[in-house]
């Protein structure tokens, strides 16, 4: 084990190896798994940071599993977009931790002798590490396969968080996200066999050396992009992503659209990356009024909701939108081009994350979460309400956040490349944004204080959690350089 360690390249496995021990230790651990699943949550942490930072220093890394070279082994890459989502899982998963230990143990104390809590914790840990490790996978996958393998286990790790609370509702959502999800896993999978058929391999930078247009291969990237598209929640895909985030856990509604989507999105990207320069702007312009239509369909229905769970929850199908809707500036963007997209996921991640552990820690103090009821939230919770206010501020865009950043970016390239109806579709839903995202703001940051609130009690570090994932948005806004400098770690 130390000889591995000794090794430069190891350092790929470890942001995989360390959540997955995590998830089995925290299982075996019948009793208080909060310990080592907290534990495991820190030291994929470091992992994931260690990782980003050997890459800053040396270049990319590539790492054969057991010394099988493709297309007879399976291949770890981490390049500067791969080792920045895993950055992106380590810093947004920690604090995701940090908030499941505070939120169970105030769930636990609050309700004496109701055992459904502890159960709920007791087998939190294990999928959530599961995931997390899976999901710093599927971001350092070199081949096809094994992205799909990763992909399955963050599915089916997401339904069973999803269903963890127990409510008719919750299992009614999680049933469905995972016939959804193997709809979209068997159209992604058919797809990988058919470019497996045409070419022989299931190294992607193999595939994207030599693609070229044909009719296998277009059959084969349709079926792939319509799973990818399922997963990730684009419209009109979106029906299941609302009641699965709105109905599971907080920490869970966190991990569901702060991570989780990022990672259908991610593969979807790269996938099509290489096929831009070949189709030009049709297939560009078909998925980005995909985006454009979650843009706008998401943000009516979020202005619409009376619940802050579900004003969040639309609001994540609406930001799907921005993930999509620069893909025809992909081929005149160059380089920024290619980084608006993962800087925005990177800001989304942080401020969404936030407005959900947010939202979490209001209903647990409210005892609920009606928007017009929401009152006095200022005075209950402090570093909550600003918390929330603060990923709002990133999600519209407003300087100087690191959603600002992303969006100046799209508009740039949309200005320079002449894209009048997207620079007005991103004007257009920023205003939306803003609209919703003050609407909930007015009442949660109102000096009025509502009698009749439930003092819960809150542990301190979820309101910190909360907190802090929102600083980060904002600290993206003055350290826009540094992503962007790990974005050109190719190799």
Known sequence: ??????????????????????????????????????????????????????????????????GWQPPL??????????????????????????????????????????????????????????????????????DIFNMYITLELVALSSVGLTALSGKPASQVA??????????????????????????????????????????????????????????????????WLPPAHANALAPVSAILSALVIKGGWYLFFRFWQGLIPLIGDSGGLVVAALGGGAIIWGAFQAFSQQRLKMLVAYSTVAQIGYLFVVFPLLAGGGGQGAAAPYYFAISHSCAKGAMFLAAGTIFLQMGHDRIRDLDGVRQLLPKTAFAFALGGLSLIGLPPTGGFIAKYMYLSLAVGQGRWPLLLLLVMGSGLTAAYIFRAVAHILSPKMVSGSRQAIVAPGMEWSALALALVAIILGFIASLPLAVLQVTG
């Open 1 to 66: 084990m130390i000889s591995l360690l000794l090794q430069a390249d190891c350092w790929l496995i470890l942001p995989i190896i360390l959540p997955l021990s995590g998830a089995l230790v925290s299982f075996l651990r019948k009793s208080r798994p909060r310990w080592p699943g907290l534990i495991f949550s820190l030291l994929a942490s470091l992992a994931g940071g260690s990782l980003a930072w050997k890459v800053m220093l040396h270049g990319a890394g590539r790492y054969d599993l057991g």
């Open 73 to 142: 082994g399976i291949s770890l890459r981490a390049d500067g977009p791969a080792v920045l989502m895993v950055l992106m899982t380590a810093v947004t998963g920690l604090a995701i931790s940090i908030y499941a230990g505070g939120y169970f143990r105030s769930r636990i104390a609050g309700r004496e002798g109701d055992r459904r809590h502890v159960i709920q914790e007791r087998f939190f840990w294990p999928l959530w590490l599961l995931l997390w490790g899976a999901l710093n996978g599927l971001f350092l996958s070199g």
């Open 174 to 239: 999680a049933m469905r996200y995972l016939l959804v999800s193997l709809l979209g896993s068997l159209s992604f999978l058919l797809g990988v066999g058919f470019l497996y058929k045409v070419y022989g391999t299931l190294e992607l930078a193999a595939i994207q050396a030599v693609i070229s247009l044909s009719p296998p291969v277009g059959v084969a990237m349709t079926m792939i992009s319509v799973g990818l598209m399922l997963k990730t929640a684009l419209f009109p895909f979106h029906f």
